[in-house]
């Protein structure tokens, strides 16, 4: 036996193991999401808020209330606002909620219905950001989110 058969064996193996190591990169497994791209969210059961919009959560409130969400997203971002009238428009009528109204101006009203509740988006824009004030609340009803809960 030669004395190079121990190093010819070691070669051969730490060739080996780089080689499926290699391999290994290259595998296709699941899809990632990409950290920087977060799911649009649902602050509300069934009104979706564009992922590009930061919630001002000291000046928001929802309460979930007979198996429904209501209240107020304080929301702002950069975001070109006609895109995100459209965004709304499509998404509502994705959940089943039906547009009442739209006015565009420089603050746009936008107000939509389902079911027993009303929701109604305020827009608006600036140089920077655009502004979005999302109010989801029941018809007919009155719902005092100020007062103490019994």
């Known amino acids: 036996m030669s004395s190079r058969t121990p190093l010819i064996r070691l070669t ?16 296709k497994g699941p899809a990632k999401p990409d950290p920087g791209r977060l799911p649009d969210q649902r602050e509300f059961d069934d009104v979706m808020v564009p992922r590009d919009m930061d919630i001002d959560r000291d000046a928001s409130a929802v309460y979930r209330r007979d198996g429904s969400s209501i209240g107020m997203l304080r929301m702002s971002g950069r975001i070109d606002l006609s895109s995100l009238m459209r965004y709304f428009q499509n998404n509502l009528a994705n959940d089943g909620w039906r547009q009442l109204s739209v006015m565009r101006a420089s603050q746009s009203i936008m107000v939509f219905q389902k079911a027993n509740r009303m929701a109604v988006i305020a827009l608006s824009e600036d140089s920077l950001n655009t502004y979005a004030d999302l109010w989801v609340t029941p018809m007919n009803e009155t719902f005092d989110g100020t007062a103490p809960t019994k």
């Open 12 to 27: 051969a193996v730490a060739l080996s193991l780089l080689v499926l190591s290699a391999c290994a990169l290259f595998e």
